[in-house]
Every structure is written in C-alpha cells, then in structure tokens.
C-alpha cells in the first residue's frame, strides 16, 4: 500500500487522525502540521517524549524577551496567575479546534495591550483570527472582573497593570517552552487543561504549573 500523501513510500504507520496507514516521513513530517493528531496516538506520544528529553529555549527574537518577570509578583499573585490559566483551559474545553499557536497569540496581543496601559496609552490590537480574538477577550474579560472584585475586597491591595503584565508574559513564555512549535501542536493547552482535574468540564493530565 503507498502513503496516501506522497504518493511515493510505502504506507506502515496506521495514522488515527486519517482512520489510514501512512509511511513514517510523512508521520513525522505532517504531524501536528496538515495532520490534526489525537492525543492518544502512540506516536504523537513518543514524539512529545523526545521533545520532553529535548528542551526548548526561547529564540532571540522571541517578543518581549528583554521583559523582566519579578518572581515575587508570580508568587504573590499565584490565584490570579491560576484564574488566567484556567480560563485558557476552559476556553480550550470549550473550543477543541484551539492550538497552542492561538493561545499564544491571545496571550502575546494581551501582554501588548498591558504593555501600552503602563505607558499611559491604551491601545488594542487583538489578534485578527477568530479563535485567538476569542480568548483575548475572555481573558481580558476575566482580568478585568478580577481587579474589580480585588478592589471592592476591604483590606485587599488592589493587582497593579504592571503586576498583570508580568503574570501574562511568564504564562506567555511558559508557552513557547512546553509547545513545539507545530501549527496544530496542543501541549500547551492540554498542559494547562491537566492543572484543574476537579473541573468536570476539563480532561484531566499529570502536569502541573511550576512557579519559578
């Protein structure tokens, strides 16, 4: 049997995303990129093992990558630092299509729009893909009850934009480590989906968030 997507090597793989055998440089080649892989194929899963064994660093080129992200705000704000991460994983609950390229996104332009607020200018730009544009307002939605509820609390000192912004970049950095890279990778996401197994809505993985 030929792989069906050359059309030249000979089809061994059976691929559960086609419902076909495919050859393996194709397996390799368009997983996660023209193929929409299920989490629980065997060799998506032994590909995420070697990328486990094989860290990522962030590219020079990587945006706001000369942002410092003081620790203290990390661990001061962890419940706000969860809120965010959870509303990703609901969102990604709630729309399977959702790729780790998308949630980027949506946390990169919200990062840029934080960013802008600390020079006294407020400007948007959210992303021009529609899932991505989703979960920008999602998340900004959720910061923004968030503040308010903090700043109606007695006692309570209010989160700061610079703190918010600081949160977003380490959950935006975070990304780019844990993802590969793929246009249809999910490692970030279902990274983020596995940190809140009690939420009946969210698939349940072994992870969890490492504060630094």
Partial sequence: MI???CEKRKAERFCPAKGEKICAVCCGREREVSIDCPADCSYLVAAHRYEDEHQRELPADTPLLDVKVPQDVIYAHQNMLSGIAFSIAKFSAAH????DPDVLAAL???????KTLLSGIYYEKPPDAA???ELYAALAQFLNES????AE???SPPVRDSEV???LVFLYRMGLLRTNGRPRARRYTEFLRGQFPAAPELKHEESRIIIP
């Fill in 96 to 99: 399977p299509a959702t790729t």
């Fill in 165 to 167: 912004f600081s949160l």
């Fill in 147 to 150: 503040k308010q509820q903090t």
């Fill in 108 to 114: 990169l332009a919200l990062a840029e729009t934080y």
């Fill in 153 to 155: 609390r007695p006692g």
């Fill in 3 to 5: 792989c069906p997507i």
């Fill in 131 to 133: 899932l991505p544009r």
